[in-house]
């Protein structure tokens, strides 16, 4: 159990960030995706990763970050390559513990959510380097 309180700063973060899935998670549907998970998180420490949202349409899978901002703009320059590393970790383990994925495409997506905006989806927004 974390002992440690958070503050209300982090809270309200935290509150916004799901939000932000959760509209991705409709946007994504209503664009004929089917949800395959959400918040899935792999490995400990500084190993572990975590991709907001994992989406099939067809014979693609995509591994997207949500990210919510003051403006799209501010939510596209947000994704460091850190995350990125992170996110293509989880998408990896997720994949070898799904076999009848193996023969599906998969891509990297964004979907960018800011007050009073459309989300913004974008798709194959990085590529493994």
């Not at 440690?4 to 932000?20: C, D, H, L, T, Y």
């Not at 495409?105 to 960018?112: E, I, K, N, S, T």
Request: proline share 5%.
């Amino acid at each position: 159990m974390n002992s440690a309180p958070r503050s209300p700063s982090r809270q309200a973060a935290q509150r916004r960030g799901r939000m932000a899935e959760r509209i991705a998670a409709l946007f994504l549907r209503l664009k004929g995706y089917a949800i395959l998970a959400q918040g899935l998180k792999s490995g400990r420490g500084s190993g572990a990763g975590e991709v907001d949202l994992v989406v099939r349409r067809g014979d693609l899978v995509a591994f997207v970050e949500v990210k919510s901002r003051a403006s799209l703009d501010q939510a596209i320059e947000s994704l460091t390559s850190f995350q990125r590393q992170r996110i293509e970790r989880t998408a990896s383990a997720f994949l070898g513990r799904r076999p009848e994925l193996a023969r599906c495409g998969v891509r990297f997506d964004m979907v960018l959510v800011a007050p009073w905006r459309l989300p913004r989806h974008i798709p194959d927004a990085w590529r493994i380097d």
